[in-house]
């Protein structure tokens, strides 16, 4: 039971471009999401992130659209570096006794073309 | 500022032997979470603390694995009678608000020959 789900594995992307990252979700519970980014040995690093109650949220060169009817978040990156090659996973969240349970796609591996 | 601390980064065991892996949470940070990742996939959560208290376990956290969080701070994972498909990256993740961005540390690789 796959909750969340990013169907492209990897996206290649030229500098400079935009990079879109989808993901779609089935919970319609979820109340919070997040976009993560990860480089190899390491454990994912906060990206962004978007409240149920909003549909786009911006930061610097990122912005996340969430689209509540068709239960998809995107992450757009403008311009594209080589930095920003790395795997990217978004998240959903779902309150516990207080707390942000997170439930992750599978991941985007990004890569960056000079 | 020192991020999510996890100890060890890699470890290599026979199977039916007990491993105990550490977590040391951001400094202040009373919410901590452990996720298990295997190839190809994001994150699982495993269970959750708010403080000392494990407030919420996951149905792959089997009877063989167990969580403590005895003063609030750091945190320990142990699994008894390791088998092959405990093979994974075990992740922690501290957050001081509900909502709150999670961050995590960079994990344990467990590997059972």
């Known amino acids: 039971d796959q909750q969340v789900k990013q169907n492209s594995p990897s996206l290649s992307v030229q500098e400079g471009r935009i990079s879109i990252l989808n993901c779609d979700y089935t919970?319609?519970?979820?109340?919070?999401f997040l976009w993560y980014k990860k480089y190899p040995a390491e454990g994912p690093t906060f990206l962004i992130s978007?409240?149920?109650?909003?549909d786009k949220n911006e930061d610097g060169r990122f912005t996340v659209f969430l689209n509540k009817s068709a239960k998809h978040l995107s992450l757009h990156i403008v311009p594209s570096q080589p930095g920003d090659s790395a795997v990217y996973f978004c998240a959903a969240g779902l309150i516990i006794q207080g707390a942000q349970k997170l439930v992750f796609g599978q991941g985007t591996r990004l890569t960056i073309n000079p | 500022d020192t991020g999510v601390s996890q100890n060890p980064r890699h470890k290599i065991t026979k199977r039916g032997q007990n491993v105990t892996f550490r977590c040391d949470p951001i400094s202040e940070h009373n919410r901590l979470y452990w996720y298990r990742q295997t190839l190809g996939q994001g994150p699982e959560f495993l269970t959750y603390f708010q403080n000392e208290a494990q407030l919420e376990k996951s149905r792959l956290l089997s009877d063989r694995f167990s969580a403590e969080r005895p003063k609030g701070s750091f945190s320990t994972l142990e699994i008894q009678r390791t088998e092959q498909g405990d093979s994974a990256m075990y992740l922690c993740a501290s957050s001081l608000e509900m909502f709150q961005p999670q961050h995590f540390g960079d994990g344990t690789r467990l590997s059972i020959l």
């Open positions: 919970n319609s519970m979820f109340d919070y």
């Open positions: 978007i409240s149920s109650i909003k």
